[in-house]
């Protein structure tokens, strides 16, 4: 990383895809606070991030569980009308899960389920059951109780795909039923209009 700060450092014009790719490299060679520190030189020089900038920002953040420098991330993310992709939401979740699993208390899973509201009604609205389905596997992996806002929106992303059989298996393994599930279910099942 030495080299490559040198050489970033010698550069006349750095672009977001310079200043990425050096943030990139500090979070996976585990220099976080480094990649925290240049996403700060990145904004005084008026340089925009990028949503490829904010997910291995997001990864610093969650290394350093400092939920905070993720919930200013996060705000930019959605200030800035940034197009989310299944990077970004990922490194979102495990920031909220690790933070979860440093403490305990009703006020850590309020902030999940708040991160969460954010994350998942992008997907459910554009019905991309792909990335509904990569999203879902990592919620998975992370432990995610499906209680909640967790399940609301992977049922939503299942219903609004028609994928019934998706939705209904949310369905069976949430224990807190809202109002408004059944309907969906229901909504599920009626045939498309072409």
């Known amino acids: 990383m030495e080299f490559a700060r040198q050489m970033f450092d010698k550069m006349s014009q750095r672009d977001v895809s ?9 979070a996976h060679n585990r220099h976080y606070e480094e990649a925290l520190q ?4 990145m904004h005084s020089e008026g340089v925009l991030p990028s949503k490829f900038t904010f997910a291995s ?8 569980t400092d ?4 919930k200013e991330i996060q705000d930019q993310i959605r200030k800035m009308e940034i ?16 933070f979860a ?3 305990d208390g009703s006020h850590q899973n309020r902030m999940n389920e708040q991160a969460l509201k954010f994350v998942f009604p992008i997907r459910s609205a ?11 596997g990592h919620v998975f992996r992370t432990g995610f109780d499906l209680n909640g806002v967790v399940g609301n929106a992977l049922f939503n992303i299942y219903s609004k795909c028609r994928n019934v059989v998706a939705a209904r298996h949310v369905f069976d393994r949430m224990t807190n039923h809202r109002f408004g ?6 909504f599920g099942f009626v045939p498309s209009e072409a």
């Not at 197009?83 to 690790?98: F, M, S």
């Not at 554009?126 to 879902?136: E, F, T």
Request: net charge negative.
């Open 181 to 186: 599930l059944p309907n969906g279910m229901a």
């Open 126 to 136: 554009g019905g991309d059951l792909g990335k509904g389905k990569q999203v879902h």
């Open 67 to 70: 939920l905070e420098c993720g």
């Open 101 to 103: 699993n440093t403490k």
């Open 18 to 26: 310079t200043w990425t790719s050096l943030i990139t490299g500090y």
């Open 83 to 98: 197009e989310i992709d299944v990077a970004v939401e990922k490194a979102l979740i495990d920031l909220h899960a690790k």
């Open 57 to 64: 920002v997001l990864k610093a953040c969650a290394e350093l």
């Open 38 to 41: 240049l996403i700060e030189q």
